[in-house]
Every structure is written in C-alpha cells, then in structure tokens.
C-alpha cells in the first residue's frame, strides 16, 4: 500500500522539477513557450523573410507591426512584436546605463522588457559592456538555443518611444542595447504572443502515457477498495 502512494508523488515530482527547470518549452511546429514571461515565441526570428513576406525581414516600424498584426501562424492570428514597459515597473527612466537599472543601455534583465529578458536571461548571450562599464569578450548572439535566424543586428518593439514619437524602443542583438530607434529606419521583428499554445495539442510521450495510465489504474483501483471498505 505504502509503494503504491509513494509512486505518483515520486512521477508528480518528477514532472514538477522539469518543468520548473525549463523556461523555453517547444511545442512543436515552431512554437516555443516562455513559461516566465508566459509568452508564445516563432521559432524563426526572422519569419517575415522565410516566409516570402519580405525579401531580407527588415521593415520600418509601421510596417512591422502591420506584419504581425496580420500574421496567422500555428492557427492563431494574435501575434505582435515585443513588448516593453519601464524596468522599475512605474515610469521609464531615460538614462543610459550598464547595469540594466534603467531603461537604455545594456545587461537589461527585467522581465518587463520581453526582447532583453529573452536575449540575456533565456539564451544567455551577453552585452557589450559588463555591468560595470566594461567592454567584455564573446558578446552579442552567441546563443539561439532552440531558435533559428536570430539576426545580429537591430529587432523592432511594438511600443512608441515616448520623449520623440519619431522613434519606438529597439534592442541591438548584435551588442545586448535597449534604446529608442527612428520608425523609418528598416530593421529586423520577432512575432510573439501572449499566452501558452494548446498543450492538448502536443502528444505525451509513450512511456510517459503508459505510466501515467498504469498510475490512473491504480488510483481507480485504490479508490474501490476505500469505497467498498467504507
């Protein structure tokens, strides 16, 4: 009776620590989950390019975000480009810094900004500078881990750069920098949205589905012999 409890607690167990281990999850079909930022990436950083939308990927910003806006991917329809929102969570902080205490420059790790937290904090790939103002080697993309066409060089955030709204917040992959970029200028956009895809729609894999249905017959099982013994 003792083994028969202590084995779903050991697999539940089990399932727990994976999942906490890992951030990005694919689900297949170019979809890969963030299950920090709870946020649903395209495998592909450069799609609009792939894809035959545009001949190289780069675009201005209205331009981009008309592109994501209009994207149908995976079946869903609801794709967007990168969100940011001040580091400090209240207001934006306009200076620059290394350190990733305000909100342009470098070694950015807050969650609040979707592109710098990916870039640092899920790929590992590091900036420029250190945190101390200190120029440091094997900087800029590294790292793609699950993805594929990350670009070094300059990706688009859906959100206007408030001081000039000539501009809207960028981030350089190809040095880790968090700044305000003129929307007319042509540069590279990852399509993101928000959410978890349909887990339903990822098949188990066998042995897991085998065990876990032994396990359900066993709890069925556990469940007659408590009611019958009432």
């Keep these: 009776m003792k083994n028969k409890i202590l084995i779903p607690f050991a ?32 495998q592909d950083a450069n799609y ?16 981009a975000n008309t592109w994501a806006a209009n994207l ?20 934006f902080n306009y200076n620059y810094s290394t350190d990733g205490t305000t909100d ?8 609040n900004s979707e592109m710098a937290y990916m870039f640092h904090e899920n790929l590992g790939n590091k900036s420029y500078f250190d945190t101390s103002g200190n120029s440091q080697a094997g900087y800029g993309v590294t790292n793609m881990d699950l993805f594929i066409n990350l670009e070094s060089y300059v990706y688009w955030s859906a959100v206007e750069y408030a001081p000039n709204t000539n501009g ?23 399509a993101v949205r928000s959410g978890d895809v349909t887990v339903s729609a990822v098949p188990l894999p066998g042995a897991v589905w085998l065990m876990a249905s032994g396990l359900l017959g066993l709890a069925g099982l556990r469940k007659k012999t408590v009611t019958l013994g009432a």
């Design 11 to 42: 697999l539940a167990g089990l399932c727990l620590s994976g999942a906490s281990q890992a951030a990005l999850i694919d689900r297949g079909g170019g979809l890969i989950y963030d299950d920090v930022l709870d946020v649903t990436w395209l």
């Design 48 to 63: 609009a390019r792939t894809s035959g939308y545009d001949a190289d990927g780069k675009m201005n910003w209205s331009a």
């Design 72 to 91: 149908s991917y995976g079946g869903y329809d609801d794709w967007r480009l990168t969100d940011v929102s001040p580091v400090n969570g209240s207001s």
């Design 104 to 111: 342009i420059g470098y070694n950015i790790t807050s969650q």
């Design 168 to 190: 809207a917040w960028a981030f350089y992959t190809y040095g880790g920098r968090q700044v305000g970029y003129y929307k007319n200028s042509e540069i590279y956009s990852w």
